[in-house]
């Protein structure tokens, strides 16, 4: 019954900025690790970033210092700023949640990054 859903996605040129937000529901959202991960045509879904249930962030090398995970635990939400967009952005972006043993997906949110 946990259900992940994403919103923020859209059109940007290059050099610009989205916020993306996912929120969870039927979840112990205080307790769970969050990431988002990305698939762009043709390729294998990787992984963009993730944050602990204590905070702790990690980056994939290809976004650090452009890209902040953070979570909002009263409102059972993560987001993903993303600054200084890419053409090589283009991707459509999941949300993941682990809470102990179960995970959940998000459905999916597009991003494309075009002058």
């Known amino acids: 019954q946990v259900q992940l859903v994403e919103s923020g996605g859209g059109l940007v040129q290059p050099g610009g900025s989205l916020r993306l937000s996912c929120a969870a529901s039927?979840?112990?959202?205080?307790?769970?690790?969050m990431a988002w991960y990305r698939q762009a045509p043709g390729k294998q879904r990787e992984l963009v970033a993730t944050?602990?249930?204590?905070?702790?962030?990690n980056y994939a090398d290809s976004v650090k210092g452009r890209f902040t995970i953070s979570r909002d635990n009263a409102k059972n939400t993560v987001y993903l700023q993303m600054n200084s967009l890419k053409l090589e952005d283009t991707a459509v972006y999941y949300c993941?949640?682990?809470?102990?043993?179960?995970?959940?997906w998000g459905q999916g949110t597009q991003v494309t990054v075009s002058s």
């Open positions: 993941y949640l682990v809470e102990g043993r179960d995970t959940r």
């Open positions: 039927g979840s112990i959202f205080s307790i769970a690790a």
């Open positions: 944050i602990t249930s204590g905070g702790t962030t």
